[in-house]
């Protein structure tokens, strides 16, 4: 996380400048490469810290694209469904993630397990180079056609903006609570008795329920157009689940 703000400005700039293809394109090379280097670095924590950190650096890539895949391939009113199917496939990544690393721990071996995601990454991101279009033949709506790539002023627009500020805000503390609680849910529920695949299948349920959320809430503000109503629903229920996770004292 600490890569990933700095490196956020550029990859939005990147992703402006050049397209879809070639920023995904970028951040899928970066991780794929250096997350098979990683798998090859044995005990050298050094090199495996190194790699991990050039890792990172791709995420923003992957991340800031969301918005311009949306507008890119999907008319208006389809927009926010396709953006909240990207952010399941993220969430599903992540809780598979957490439910196999410590079963191929403990049934192969930690370097085992890096070599697996290392030769997956390589692989996938080979075939989204090979494979993947910046646009449709035919833009989803007349509007894709006259985007305008000057990113500096849109920055200076957005952050005059009251209500983006606040938005902001929300996104800034509610993605840092989520990072820490799936990082530390196995410290979190260890006393609580539950072993680490025990805590990764926990965390896999919980990103389980992002996915169903976002699903859910996506098709909603599609069809509702109250945004801002959903946002403020999704933020009490949160707030409430993580007083209930911090007082609860056994595992049921």
Aim: proline share 4%; net charge positive.
């Amino acid at each position: 996380m600490i890569t990933y703000i700095p490196v956020s400005f550029i990859a939005t700039w990147f992703i402006n400048k050049f397209g879809f293809r070639m920023g995904v394109g970028l951040g899928a090379i970066i991780n794929g490469v250096f997350g098979f280097l990683r798998a090859l670095a044995g005990p050298n924590y050094l090199l495996v810290l190194l790699f991990q950190i050039m890792i990172s650096l791709s995420q923003p890539f992957f991340l800031n694209s969301v918005s311009l895949l949306s507008a890119n391939w999907f008319p208006e009113s389809e927009r926010t469904k396709a953006t909240g199917l990207s952010i399941i496939s993220q969430l599903l990544g992540i809780a598979l993630g957490m439910v196999l690393t410590p079963i191929l721990v403990l049934f192969y071996s930690f370097e085992v397990m890096l070599f697996i995601y290392g030769l997956y990454g390589l692989i996938i991101g080979i075939v989204f180079v090979i494979l993947a279009r910046d646009k449709p033949p035919t833009p989803p709506s007349i509007k894709v056609l006259k985007e305008d790539d000057k990113v500096k002023g849109e920055f200076k627009l957005l952050f005059s903006n009251k209500q983006f500020l606040i938005l902001m805000i929300v996104f800034f503390v509610g993605l840092g609570a989520f990072n820490m609680v799936t990082t530390y849910i196995e410290l979190i529920v260890a006393p609580r008795g539950l072993s680490s695949i025990e805590a990764g299948n926990l965390g896999g349920i919980l990103l389980l329920g992002g996915i169903i959320g976002a699903q859910v809430l996506s098709t909603l503000a599609d069809k509702l157009r109250k945004r801002v109503l959903l946002i403020r629903i999704s933020l009490v229920i949160t707030v409430a689940s993580f007083f209930l996770l911090s007082f609860a004292t056994t595992t049921t």
